[in-house]
């Protein structure tokens, strides 16, 4: 991203603020609001993102590009997915756009459904409660409509705050987000202490977002980081997991658990867990690998990167001869401890860890090869070449993609018709 200062190619008029607000921002929230002039690379845009805000604007309805996508634009990194945000609440987005659905008890938002499974997410500007609005249930604070300005405000970091209108190439930026994103700074919105309390969920967002776009994490942020990270586990269990999932494929994985190690977070997640590191070996290599492997494209599902987790804590007794089922059962009860993965993820990931052993020996023989016909048989084989360390065992699984794949079958020999053997 070019920097503000040494690059005149847009600029900025400041935002009147009067009248924005439709709650009262906290007072530790620090708003300098402006539109920047500023055309993110119209081919970096997803084409149905851009229909559906045109369609919003054209029914009056102020709409923009919000969040991630803005942030990893400008970070000249692609983005995971587009969340569009707008005035128009969902009953009006419905009648709009007969791709949509309405999703979420708690958090009321629309999904659009595209070709090939895309979705796009259209949020109604929110705002928190004042203390004159009478709430019915403690939920229904998250329903409360808003302008933009009092919903940039209730989001995480200042650099997932920004908001693009394509139609008019500007960035609305009500918290100084543009410029620490081109400083690439990590700063929350409002006083860290306070938003890392209020949802601890952050801390390991601050993680990902920080060391996955290399940031520089402002100090008071860090400061509350350190303070404050035995509140993870006071976080919803489900969230919580969604989150560790988003760390082990955000590519950078090792680098985050590493810091998660340096906040003392790790042990606290996963209680009575050891990494398992061979001296002078990263306790992360399989997890590096893998990240190396996302980098290169590759595509894994997310048993998969668990199970690459998983490895990392019981690689030390998973070849051993004998009983290992109730080692591994241990260490998946504590994964599983302060976090809530499904019962048949964690089912798959057992049988595709015990598996590692006999994958080794190779697919010489007509037992070995019986593995194939498991429905974890695949999901093993590309385990087995994530962790595999040695020669021996990268020979193996190379042997084991060639029969999963066909290729090691070559050109069929015709057997012999039973009245013709022994001829
Ligand atoms: P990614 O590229 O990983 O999807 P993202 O920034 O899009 O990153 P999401 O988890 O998809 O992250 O969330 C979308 C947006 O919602 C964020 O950019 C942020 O503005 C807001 N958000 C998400 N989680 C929180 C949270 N816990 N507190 C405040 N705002 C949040
Ligand atoms: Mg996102």
Not at 44 to 68: E, M, N, S, T, W
Not at 219 to 233: F, K, Y
């Amino acid at each position: 991203m070019d920097k503000p200062s040494s690059d005149c190619s847009y600029t900025i008029r400041k935002l009147d603020l009067s009248g924005t607000f439709l709650s009262p921002p906290p007072e530790d929230v620090s708003l300098s609001p402006c539109v920047i002039e500023y055309e993110l690379p119209p081919d970096r845009l997803d084409l149905d993102a851009l229909k559906i805000i045109r369609r919003l604007q054209r029914h009056g309805h102020p709409a923009f590009l919000v969040g991630g996508c803005v942030r990893d634009i400008l970070l000249e990194q692609p983005p995971k997915d587009f969340d569009v945000v707008t005035s128009a609440q969902p009953k009006d987005i419905r009648k709009l756009f007969r791709n949509s659905r309405l999703i979420g008890r708690r958090f009321r938002l629309i999904h659009m459904y595209f070709k090939q499974g895309k979705i796009i997410e259209v949020a109604t500007f929110r705002r928190s409660a004042t203390q004159d609005d009478e709430l019915e249930d403690r939920h229904a604070e998250t329903n409360l409509y808003g302008g933009p300005a009092d919903d940039v405000i209730r989001r995480d970091f200042t650099i997932n705050a920004l908001m693009y209108d394509p139609e008019r190439r500007e960035i609305h930026d009500y918290v100084d987000g543009f410029r620490h994103l081109s400083r690439r700074l990590l700063c929350t919105i409002g006083r860290p202490e306070r938003r890392l309390q209020e949802d601890p969920v952050r801390i390991i967002r601050a993680v990902r977002f920080g060391v996955r776009h290399n940031l520089q994490f402002d100090p008071p942020l860090l400061a509350a980081m350190q303070q404050l990270s035995t509140q993870v586990l006071e976080c919803n269990r489900d969230r919580m997991t969604e989150e560790i999932f988003k760390i082990l494929r955000c590519s950078a994985a090792a680098p985050c658990l590493q810091m998660f190690t340096e906040l003392g977070i790790l042990p606290l997640l996963f209680p009575g867990l050891q990494l398992k590191a061979e001296a002078g070996e990263s306790p992360f290599k399989h997890i590096e690998r893998l990240d190396r492997s996302i980098r290169n494209n590759g595509f894994f599902n997310d048993s998969i990167i668990l199970a690459v987790f998983v490895f990392s804590f019981c690689r030390d007794f998973l070849y051993e001869a004998g009983d290992i089922v109730q080692d591994l059962n241990e260490v998946l009860a504590a994964v599983n401890a302060n976090l809530r993965f499904p019962r048949w993820q964690l089912h798959h990931i057992r049988q595709m860890l015990m598996s590692q052993r006999n994958l080794l020996r190779g697919p010489y023989t007509r037992r070995a090869q019986r593995i194939l016909s498991r429905d974890y048989a695949a999901d093993a084989i590309t385990l087995m070449g994530l962790v595999a360390g040695d020669n021996d065992a990268r020979k193996m699984h190379e042997a084991w993609s060639r029969l999963i794949s066909g290729q090691a079958s070559g050109p069929r020999r015709k057997r012999k018709p039973r009245s013709k053997r022994n001829q």
